[in-house]
């Protein structure tokens, strides 16, 4: 049977902006970068973009101006998906378009609670790695991020340690940081090793740099050389404005997401003017300043508004977007951390956003904690089952089983539960459902207590997929000859 103007609609899906508010916040972006331009801090880069057709002020050799026609012609050229693999087995375990949603961690926080004292102590190797191997095992995780800066080791040499502490310990992708050029030269030597070959690697990535320009509208050295890299490794970049609404952009949401995305667009033209067709991820850390406390708020409401609005930029310019989810600015695990984790986690779910990151993070990116982590990845769960609507089709309106039951009867024997039921409820790890009393006799449980138990049972008895025991020692003898060169 034809059914004439019958919509479905099994997704549910948040919408901020229209299209013509889309179209409007992007030319307001690309005019930022014809009219008042952005700075990068590097040689290379600025004779790069002159060369394509850019404008260096006579006055100021780093500041540089993007005519529309650039922007238009990287936002052809880039890839409309982004795929990312699993370190272990080369297969492809995420699809970043459309409105795929995946999670992960965060990166450097500098603070961590450990789990068997609830002390907040400072991140190190051992932090990264019990973090990474909670990432590893829980199920609604898609991606690492270190979740912690590594601190007992040389500074300028932390990077590498960073990215061992995660490879070691778990074979979903990562997203990196590296301090400079040089750290991300030598963590793509890693991960060539890990994959087999430098076109291998090229072929189906299992990490993606993450970087940032610094608002307003500048590139630093640093990340327009990782820019340049990354394009001519043909490995995938996020490139992410972290903007402070009424600190480092405007105070109004619609010129600070103006402002951000012109600093994400113009790190776009850098990449693709490198290396056309190179694959880039597109995102923001958008929020505002807390004019009470100054911090940079990652539970303001506007914070989860203007992420959302950019997960509609992203669809509407067809470009895989990095978000930001599953954080708070609470100091510790409590009802504050919950709820702005939550309707964070809900938001992005439904935005569309692909690479969502900063799950875990509590006291505004200062400090993780696994408990927050372990909480979150049951949100992410729930949320997923809002995500993905109700389907209604002849077998799921179940008219024949109504019909057969009838009037009085129970539904609890039929195999059309059975067969159902786990599809279409979903059933968390840590919220409690069961009676009163039986709560009370398992101990009276609180969320937290559940949370730390699972995490504590996950570090001691989990034990990730391991690399060969000859990639462990070439990731090593890398860290040696960068620790070596700091001592000549």
Same mark, same amino acid.
């Given at each position: ?6 919509? /479905? ?7 901020? *902006?229209?299209? #013509? ?27 790069? *973009? ?20 650039? =922007? ?11 795929? $990312? ?22 990166? &450097? ?18 932090? =990264? ?14 991606? !690492? ?6 601190? &007992? /080791? ?46 291998? %690697? ?14 307003? *509208?500048?590139?630093?050295? #640093? ?11 043909? %490995? ?24 951000? $995305? ?6 776009? =033209? ?17 929020? !505002?300043? #807390? ?20 997960? &509609? ?40 956003? +692909? ?19 372990? @909480?979150?990845? &049951? ?15 002849? #077998? ?61 049972? @996950?570090?001691? +008895? ?23 060169? %700091?001592?000549?």
């Amino acid at each position: 049977m034809i059914k004439g103007n019958y919509q /479905v609609q099994e997704a549910n899906f948040l919408q901020v *902006l229209s299209e #013509d508010q889309c179209r409007r916040l992007i030319g307001a972006a690309m005019e930022v970068l014809e009219r008042t331009g952005v700075t990068y801090h590097d040689e290379e880069a600025v004779d790069r *973009l002159k060369k394509a057709g850019c404008f260096v002020d006579e006055k100021d050799s780093k500041r540089v101006r993007i005519p529309f026609r650039l =922007v238009e012609k990287a936002l052809n050229s880039v890839p409309r998906k982004v795929s $990312l693999s699993n370190s272990r087995t080369g297969k492809r375990v995420m699809e970043m378009e459309g409105g795929n949603a995946y999670f992960g961690t965060g990166s &450097d926080t500098p603070n961590f609670i450990d789990p068997y004292t609830q002390e907040r102590i400072k991140a190190s190797r051992k932090t =990264v790695g019990m973090a990474t191997k909670c990432i590893d095992a829980l199920p609604n995780l898609d991606f !690492v991020m270190s979740l912690g800066i590594v601190q &007992d /080791v040389h500074q300028l040499v932390y990077d590498r340690y960073q990215f061992e502490a995660m490879v070691l310990n778990t074979s979903k992708p990562i997203v990196i940081t590296a301090i400079d050029e040089p750290g991300y030269s030598d963590i793509i030597k890693m991960c060539e090793y890990i994959a087999g070959s430098e076109e291998e %690697l090229r072929r189906n990535p299992f990490l993606t740099l993450y970087a940032e320009p610094i608002s307003p *509208l500048q590139h630093p050295n #640093d990340s327009a050389r990782k820019l340049m890299l990354a394009a001519k490794k043909g %490995l995938p970049v996020v490139y992410t404005p972290c903007i402070m609404a009424g600190g480092t952009v405007p105070a109004t949401l619609a010129g600070a997401m103006a402002n951000g $995305l012109a600093e994400s667009l113009s790190g776009l =033209v850098l990449n693709q003017v490198t290396q056309e067709g190179s694959p880039f991820i597109m995102g923001g850390v958008f929020t !505002v300043m #807390d004019m009470q406390t100054t911090i940079f708020s990652y539970g303001a409401p506007e914070f989860d508004l203007m992420m959302a609005a950019l997960g &509609d930029i992203s669809d509407f310019l067809d470009l895989p977007m990095f978000g930001t989810c599953g954080c708070t600015d609470a100091k510790i695990v409590d009802e504050q951390a919950l709820i702005e984790g939550a309707i964070s986690i809900l938001m992005t779910a439904q935005s569309g956003a +692909n690479l969502n990151h900063d799950v875990g993070y509590i006291e505004h990116g200062n400090t993780a904690s696994l408990e927050y982590l372990t @909480i979150c990845d &049951d949100l992410i769960g729930m949320s997923r089952k809002i995500v993905d609507g109700i389907k209604v089709d002849e #077998d799921t309106l179940a008219l024949d089983v109504i019909d057969k039951v009838g009037p009085g009867g129970h539904f609890l024997a039929e195999e059309h539960t059975l067969e159902h039921f786990r599809k279409e409820t979903w059933y968390p790890q840590f919220f409690v459902r069961q009676i009163y009393e039986k709560w009370e006799a398992e101990g009276s449980k609180t969320l937290f207590d559940k949370a730390n138990e699972k995490v504590i049972d @996950i570090l001691e +008895n989990y034990e990730p997929e391991p690399l060969p025991k000859d990639v462990q020692q070439k990731i090593k003898d890398i860290i040696n000859e960068a620790e070596s060169k %700091l001592n000549k």
